[in-house]
Antibody, heavy 119, light 108 residues
Framework: EVQLVESGGGLVQPGGSLRLSCAAS????????MLWVRQAPGKGLEYVSA????????YYANSVKGRFTISRDNSKNTLYLQMGSLRAEDMAVYYC????????????WGQGTLVTVSS | EIVMTQSPATLSVSPGERATLSCRAS??????LAWYQQKPGQAPRLLIY???TRATGIPARFSGSGSGTEFTLTISSLQSEDFAVYYC??????????FGQGTKLEIK
């Protein structure tokens, strides 16, 4: 059974940093591109960042470019999102998801982790 | 960036009736479009991919259609568990994907 479990969310002050993790199981993690999608309170889904299976390709939304870094450790079956210079508008539930191989939709999602940015 | 526009923002439909949700792309996607359902407090769930193929375990009352720039999600006979927010997502060019802003399907 495919499972994605996010962790690392919490309360952080504006300007602070946080690292999210997504532990994957039930599939060959190193064969799949992975991504992060966030959802601010009461808002829609925002595609934030993605990384190819070997880490060679990364993508960032303009809203986080230069502040967030996506990475992965295929030996640990774990996806990361290092978030820096956090702003109030970064407050959201952050979901990790798996991209279907050979296609572009997101076939499995984690349950999400909440990031609160407040002083 | 491909902009995805969903309409309407909110749709009020009675149980047992048909619901039709629309998604328009700012440029042609061929059939590279997915639909997701999200209920309060839950992660999104994949419903449809390739514009018209139901994901595993999705009931037949959900159907997708369209290609190019115009897409539709139809729920043929609404059940209570179908009232949720629906998002379309384009995946025409890796990794430059985008979501629509969502349509909230509410009970009339």
């Amino acid at each position: 059974e495919v499972q994605l479990v996010e962790s690392g969310g919490g309360l952080v002050q504006p300007g602070g940093s946080l690292r999210l993790s997504c532990a994957a199981s039930g599939f060959t993690f190193s064969s799949y591109a992975m991504l992060w999608v966030r959802q601010a309170p009461g808002k829609g889904l925002e595609y934030v960042s993605a990384i190819s299976s070997n880490g060679g390709i990364t993508y960032y939304a303009n809203s986080v470019k230069g502040r967030f870094t996506i990475s992965r450790d295929n030996s640990k079956n774990t996806l990361y999102l290092q978030m820096g210079s956090l702003r109030a508008e970064d407050m959201a539930v952050y979901y990790c998801a798996r991209k279907k191989n050979g296609d572009g939709y997101f076939d499995y999602w984690g349950q999400g982790t909440l990031v609160t940015v407040s002083s | 960036e491909i902009v995805m526009t969903q309409s309407p923002a909110t749709l009020s439909v009675s149980p047992g009736e048909r619901a039709t949700l629309s998604c328009r792309a700012s440029q042609s996607l061929s059939s590279n479009l997915a639909w997701y359902q999200q209920k309060p407090g839950q992660a999104p769930r994949l419903l449809i991919y390739g514009a018209s193929t139901r994901a595993t375990g999705i009931p037949a009352r959900f159907s997708g259609s369209g290609s190019g720039t115009e897409f539709t999600l139809t729920i043929s006979s609404l059940q209570s568990e179908d009232f949720a927010v629906y998002y379309c997502q384009q995946y025409n060019n890796w990794p430059l994907y985008t979501f629509g802003q969502g349509t909230k399907l509410e009970i009339k």
